[in-house]
């Protein structure tokens, strides 16, 4: 009697009690497995696809911004137009990260110089309102995120999608917890939640937070949104400096 209601209990329960058993509830397991891959295969196939193909047209319909853009900042401070630094990406992978030169030369080392008037409070990330390295024209490309154009690049080469969290600096990862470094456990990108929430102006706990929260629910559905949401984040210049 016993054997018996302990055999009905594990049969409402879906417990295998046989080789057989076992070997089906492998196969499966195996088969929502691939199927799971396949899905995650197809929608990393479509927004690689959406990425080359939004790059491409954001680079040839900004042309005549960058031309424009180009020749204002030389003229100002003379010098490279571009603004080349290594970024960390997916897994921990380095790579060359552009923007357009918003500083005056020699930026990095006077950054040095500045690490005790940092305002973020986290210690993490640097971001300080009047920067003193900040050119005029620097202060309204980075107020409309103008200077984040050349980014398109890296997102036509790869290295960058259009949605994803925003690629830090080897010295911030350098004091990542183990929970920051989930960050990097998909494609960074030009957007992702805080870039419209606030931007500079939310802390870095919360920067983890929301990014974590972006890797938790990224899809085709939440990338679009997040899209829309950059436009006016963009236009009203919330939280850029």
């Known amino acids: ?85 290594t970024r960390v990406g997916l897994n921990g992978r380095t790579f060359p990260f552009y923007k357009f030169r918003s500083m005056v030369m020699g930026a990095d080392k006077l950054k040095d110089e500045l690490l005790d008037q940092n305002e973020s409070g986290d210690g993490v990330i640097f971001k300080m309102k009047n920067d003193p390295r900040i050119t005029r024209i620097g202060r309204f490309i980075r107020r409309f995120s103008i200077d984040e154009m050349p980014q398109f690049l890296n997102v036509f080469i790869g290295d960058l999608s259009i949605v994803g969290p925003r690629p830090p600096v080897p010295r911030e990862v350098a004091e990542y917890t183990l929970e920051d470094r989930k960050r990097l456990h998909i494609k960074p990108g030009l957007t992702c939640f805080w870039q419209i929430q606030g931007r500079s102006e939310i802390p870095f706990d919360e920067q983890v937070r929301l990014d974590l929260q972006y890797i938790r629910s990224s899809g085709p559905l939440s990338d679009l949104i997040i899209m829309l949401k950059t436009v006016p984040a963009v236009l009203f210049g919330k939280g850029a400096y």
């Open 1 to 85: 009697m016993l054997s018996q209601a302990r055999r009905e209990l594990l049969e409402s329960l879906n417990v295998p009690m046989s080789k057989a058993d076992v070997t089906q509830l492998k196969k499966q397991q195996q088969h929502r497995i691939s199927s799971w891959e396949r899905n995650m295969k197809m929608l990393l196939f479509i927004k690689r696809v959406l990425d080359v193909v939004l790059s491409a047209t954001a680079i040839l319909m900004a042309s005549p911004i960058f031309i424009v853009v180009a020749i204002c900042i030389y003229v100002e401070n003379p010098g490279p137009i571009f603004y080349t630094q």
